[in-house]
């Protein structure tokens, strides 16, 4: 039986020609930034079981959307008052709204983690929120809302070149180092990019995220804090999402957790705390528990 060598494949039957070729056109290990810009993407459903596909979609999701904001800058002006019958001049702070165009912070950053940029702000992100996003961005696409990432993964490096609206710079659910960093962010920042001007796509912004909060749970995301900070979207099963929007027993264990350690904070004993605890089961109302702890409490000095 002859031997043939074909395309690194040693063939000697009709069953190895096949196995060769079935080796020779499999899809390559495909990394990330590897990936065609210009491809087609699959149907949905097709595209949902390939980690690349869901990638060149997400990463087409972020190039749509124009990096703009509109940030908060103080401004001081000497301005003209009546105090007492008698005009004076005094300085005052006011609050100039600026936009702010900020394409360049997701390169630089990428740059300084020595990492392409679609590796950087879709490779960053947790993979089964990538899935996830995925198929919510898919369902408004079809719903005609147009959604644009303006941010997604974001390191600590990342997080104190941002403005506005944000966390410490280690804190941050979009990546920072406390949240467990690359390959671990749980956020994105979602606009609608339809409409010609500003204040059109920010109407269609308005429309998606209400889309959101009324239809994001069957997807699996939500907006924790809603018009707080509005573009925002994390995974409702997630942390942060639960811990603003979890439900009101969740909210109170949160509100009780933060008044513990504000007592602790202030010097309140563990006694004084009791008290203040046994006050509450009793129904007192507010005035009689401050009340009671107030006199029930032995000073030192």
Known sequence: MGLVRAGGCSIASGFALVLCLGSAFAEPNITVSALDKGGAIDTADQCAAQQTCIDRYLWSVYERAPKLDTIKVPERRKVRIKRKGKARTVTKTFIKLV??????????????????????????????????????????????????????????????????????????????????????GLAVDLVSVKGATRAERWVSSEDLWKWIDAHGKDFGIGRPYRDRDAPHVGPVDGKEYLSHRGGTGTQHAALNKKRHRLAQHSGHGSAWHKRHHIAAHKGLHAGKRAKTARYGRTWNG
Do not use: C
């Open 99 to 184: 936009p702010e165009d900020f394409t360049w912070k997701d390169p630089a950053a990428a740059q300084h983690a020595g990492l392409a940029l679609l590796d950087y702000v879709i490779g960053g992100m947790d993979r089964g929120f990538r899935l996830t996003l995925y198929r919510a961005l898919r369902a408004m696409d079809d719903a005609g809302l147009e959604p644009g990432i303006t941010s997604a993964f974001r390191d600590d490096y990342r997080q104190t070149i941002a403005a506005g609206q944000k966390a410490r710079a280690d804190n941050s659910y979009h990546g920072g180092s406390r949240r467990g960093g690359y390959g671990h």
